[in-house]
C-alpha cells in the first residue's frame, strides 16, 4: 500500500509517495514517485488538471492488423484441434501465434520474446504472464508438433485460403531455397547440412525449403523442409508426392491448375510421376542439351506487341521430351543478354587480375632466398582452374602451365571465338517446356516468368526486418520443423495483409528495411481495410478491459 512520506533535505522540505516492500526479507520503503515541495506539487495540480501523469505508448499498427488477419484465418483454433492440451495457461496455436507474429515483424529469440510481446498491442489483446512467456514454455509446446500434424494443420489452412479467402489456384509456382544456421558441426541435426548455399557461406550448415506459393500475392500452399545438401532434382522427387496429393484435394476449387518450376527441379522420373497427373506445368530445359534449339537463326524469332515482353523474341516448335511431344519456346532477352555481357566482363576484369597477382608470386617465390614451398606444376594448375571456374569464364579465358628455362610459368588469353560462339547461341536464351499446348507463346513465357512470385517469398523470408526466418535458435529436427512451419505461417498472414489492403486500394510496395509497423503507419486512417482493423481491436481492447 502506498503512504505519502516527507523528507527534509538541505533545509528543504520535500514529498513522496513510497511502498514497503521487503528487499532481502527486510522490510524497505521503496520510493514510487517523488513528487517535490508543497507549492511544486500545488502548481503542477493546478496546471496539469486532466493531463495523464504517464504514458505508455506501445507498438499497434502491424501486430494489430496481422492479429485481425490471424483471426479470420483462425489460425489458434486450426492448431489447437490437431494439438490439443490442458485448459492451462496458453495453448499450443496461441504459442505458435506469437511466434508467427513476432517473426513478421523482426523475429527474437524464445528468451527475449516477453520483452517484445510486452511492449506491443498484444499485450491486451492475449494478456498472459512472463512465465508462461519463458524460453522453456515455448520448447515445451514446441514439442507438440510433430512433423504428421505440422502437414495436416498446413493442408487445413490451404484448403480455407482456396474456399474462404478464394485464392487464386490456375497458376501456382513451385521453387526452393536455404538459410543459414549456426548450428554446430558436432550437433546431431540431418536438416542442417553444409551444401551449396546461396549465401556463399561454405562454412556454415544449411536448411532447405521448397515452397509452393500462388501467383496471387505470394501466399504459400505447400511448404517442404529439406537436408541443405540434397539437390533440388532430388528435393523435388521427395516432395512429388505430397505436392500431387495437395493438388489432386486443391483440384476440387480449380480443375485447371498449371504448375510453374524452375528447370533443376525436372527429372526424368519426376516428369514422368508429374505427367501422370492431370496438372500442366511449364518449366525450363538446360540449354547445352538442346543445341539444335540453340542453333535456329534469330530471322526465325517473333516479336511481340504486348508491352509486359518488349525486348523479348520468341521461337517456338514441337519436341519430343521425356518420352513426349511437348511445346517448346526458346527466348531470346535482350535485357538478360545486357545483363550477361555485362556480368562477364565484370568477372573477366576480376579473374585477370587475380591470374597477374599469381603470375607475380609465382615468380617471387622462384628466386633465391625466396621462403615458402613454392609452387609445382599440379598445385599451379589447380588455382588455376579455381581462378576461372565460373560460369562462361571457363569456356573464354584459357590458361596453360609452360617451363622456360626450367622456371616454372604460366600464360592466359581470351578466347575471342569462344566468346562469340556464346554470344550467338547462348546468351540471353531460355528454353521454356510446357504441355500447354493451346496456351499462346506469350502466355507461355509470362507463366514462366510468373516464377518471381516464389522468389518473392523467399525475399520475405530473408529479409531482416519482415517475416525473419534467420537466426534460428534451434538446433533438433523436431524443432527445426516447427520453425519452419510458423515462419511459413508469418509468410501466409504477411501475404494474405497485402492482399486485403490491395483489395482495399492501397498499393503499397514492400521495400527493403523497413518493419511491419512501417507499413501500415501512413495507412491506418486511410482506407476501410485499417479502419475495420481498427474498429474490431477497439472492440476487442474493450472488452478485455471490461472482464
Request: glycine share 6%.
Amino acid at each position: 500500500m502506498a503512504t505519502l512520506r516527507k523528507s527534509v533535505s538541505r533545509g528543504h522540505t520535500y514529498w513522496q509517495i513510497v511502498e514497503s516492500r521487503r528487499v532481502n526479507g527486510k522490510p524497505r520503503p521503496i520510493v514510487l514517485e517523488h513528487l517535490g515541495t508543497a507549492d511544486a506539487l500545488l502548481r503542477r495540480l493546478r496546471e496539469g488538471l486532466g493531463r495523464p501523469v504517464k504514458v505508455k505508448t506501445m507498438s499497434f499498427g502491424a501486430e494489430a492488423a496481422l492479429w485481425n488477419m490471424a483471426e479470420e484465418l483462425d489460425v489458434v483454433g486450426t492448431i489447437d484441434r490437431h494439438v490439443p492440451k490442458r485448459a492451462q495457461g496458453l495453448s499450443c496455436g496461441q504459442y505458435m501465434l506469437l511466434a508467427a507474429l513476432n517473426r513478421c515483424v523482426g523475429g527474437s529469440s524464445k528468451a527475449s520474446l516477453y520483452n517484445w510481446y510486452r511492449k506491443t498491442v498484444l499485450y491486451r489483446l492475449m494478456p498472459t504472464s512472463k512465465r508462461l512467456l519463458a524460453s522453456q514454455r515455448f520448447w515445451d509446446h514446441m514439442s507438440y508438433l510433430d512433423e504428421t500434424k505440422i502437414a495436416a494443420i498446413e493442408e487445413e489452412f490451404a484448403h480455407r485460403l482456396v474456399k474462404q479467402f478464394k485464392v487464386d489456384l490456375r497458376m501456382l509456382l513451385f521453387d526452393a531455397t536455404n538459410f543459414d544456421t549456426f548450428i554446430d558441426s558436432q550437433t546431431l541435426c540431418e536438416l542442417a547440412q553444409r551444401g551449396h548455399a546461396k549465401s556463399k557461406r561454405t562454412d556454415l550448415r544449411v536448411i532447405g525449403l521448397g515452397l509452393l506459393v500462388s501467383r496471387d500475392f505470394n501466399i504459400p500452399l505447400l511448404s517442404h523442409p529439406y537436408p541443405g545438401n540434397m539437390n533440388d532434382s532430388k528435393m523435388f522427387g521427395n516432395v512429388a508426392d505430397s505436392l500431387v496429393e495437395r493438388l489432386r484435394r486443391l483440384k476440387e476449387e480449380c480443375e485447371d491448375i498449371t504448375l510453374v518450376f524452375d528447370g533443376g527441379n525436372t527429372s526424368e522420373n519426376n516428369m514422368e510421376r508429374l505427367s501422370a497427373t492431370d496438372y500442366h506445368f511449364i518449366t525450363s530445359l538446360t540449354l547445352t542439351h538442346h543445341q539444335d534449339l540453340l542453333a535456329v537463326p534469330q530471322e526465325e524469332y517473333e516479336e511481340f506487341s504486348d508491352k509486359r515482353l518488349a525486348g523479348t523474341e520468341a521461337y517456338r516448335t514441337q519436341k519430343k521430351v521425356w518420352g513426349e511431344e511437348r511445346t517448346i519456346v526458346v527466348t531470346l532477352s535482350h535485357n538478360l543478354l545486357y545483363g550477361q555481357v555485362k556480368g562477364i566482363h565484370r568477372e573477366l576484369k576480376k579473374a585477370r587480375a587475380k591470374l597477374r597477382e599469381l603470375k607475380a608470386r609465382v615468380r617471387r617465390s622462384q628466386k633465391p632466398g625466396a621462403c615458402g614451398k613454392g609452387y609445382t606444376a599440379e598445385s599451379l594448375e589447380k588455382r588455376l582452374k579455381a581462378i576461372t571456374k565460373r560460369q562462361y569464364i571457363e569456356e573464354i579465358l584459357k590458361t596453360k602451365v609452360v617451363t622456360s628455362k626450367g622456371r616454372l610459368a604460366f600464360t592466359f588469353t581470351t578466347d575471342h571465338r569462344a566468346y562469340q560462339n556464346l554470344f550467338d547461341t547462348r546468351l540471353g536464351k531460355r528454353i521454356l517446356c510446357t504441355d500447354n499446348h493451346d496456351w499462346s507463346t506469350s502466355e507461355i513465357i509470362l507463366g514462366s516468368r510468373a516464377q518471381y512470385h516464389v522468389e518473392n517469398a523467399f525475399k520475405g523470408m530473408k529479409n531482416p526486418h519482415w517475416v525473419r526466418f534467420s537466426p534460428v535458435f534451434h538446433w533438433t529436427d523436431q524443432k527445426l520443423r516447427v520453425h519452419v512451419a510458423y515462419c511459413v505461417l508469418a509468410l501466409t498472414l504477411t501475404s494474405l495483409l497485402r492482399r486485403k489492403a490491395a483489395q482495399a486500394g492501397v498499393h503499397r510496395r514492400r521495400r527493403r528495411g523497413y518493419g511491419g509497423g512501417a507499413l501500415l503507419r501512413k495507412d491506418v486512417a486511410a482506407v476501410p481495410l485499417a479502419g475495420a482493423v481498427l474498429r474490431h481491436t477497439r472492440a476487442r481492447l474493450h472488452h478485455l478491459e471490461s472482464r
